[in-house]
Structures are given as C-alpha cells and as structure tokens.
C-alpha cells in the first residue's frame, strides 16, 4: 500500500513562490502517473497538474506558465514548483496516485496580495 506525505505549503505573498513535495512510499511510485489536486474552502477539489511515468507534464489552464510538476522516481518524490502565486492558488494541495489509488493529507496554500 502506498503512503504519501505532502510537505512545503506555507504562508506567501502573492507573486512569490512556494516548492511542494509528495514523498511517497512503496515501488508502486515508479509504475504511476502522478497528479497534483487542490481543494479550495466550500469548492470541490480539482485537479491542478500530472505528470507521466517518463516525466511528461499536464496542467490546467489556470497554473500554466506558473507551476512546473516534476518527478525524482529515485527518491519517489513528485514536486510542484509554484511560482508568481495568487490569491486565488489558495488551497490545501494534494498528491494522488492515479487514477485511483491514495490520497495524501494535504499541505496548506495560503496567498495573501
């Protein structure tokens, strides 16, 4: 069974930038696409990037040019660089193992203008 820990969310002001990493245990990792999610307070957790086995990323529109996803499969860890943040990136950040195995606990985004 897999285990993901989040680590890296913190308190930024908007523009700056914030380093978020998922560490997770287990061989599994290596044979995952790998997917990064957040969960807004009274809105449903969406989705906010992927990113393949071999390294290849996916974002939603709204992160692109922002936020680069990126994978160590020899530390199995997947990382989101977030950079030039916004009020609006406000959010408890996920890592998941897709397309339908854990969840992590989630690291808290704050960005204040």
């Known amino acids: 069974q897999v285990q993901l820990v989040e680590s890296g969310g913190g308190l930024v002001q908007a523009g700056g930038s914030l380093r978020l990493s998922c560490a997770a245990s287990?061989?599994?990792?290596?044979?995952?696409?790998m997917g990064w999610y957040r969960q807004a307070p009274g809105k449903q957790r969406e989705l906010v990037a992927t990113?393949?086995?071999?390294?290849?990323?996916n974002y939603v529109d709204s992160v692109k040019g922002r936020f680069t996803v990126s994978r160590d499969n020899a530390k199995n860890t997947v990382y989101l660089q977030m950079n030039s943040l916004k009020p609006e990136d406000t959010s408890v950040y996920y890592c998941?193992?897709?397309?339908?195995?854990?969840w992590g606990q989630g690291t808290q985004v704050t960005v204040f203008s």
């Open positions: 990113i393949t086995i071999a390294g290849r990323p």
């Open positions: 287990g061989s599994i990792f290596r044979l995952s696409v």
């Open positions: 998941h193992v897709e397309p339908f195995g854990p």
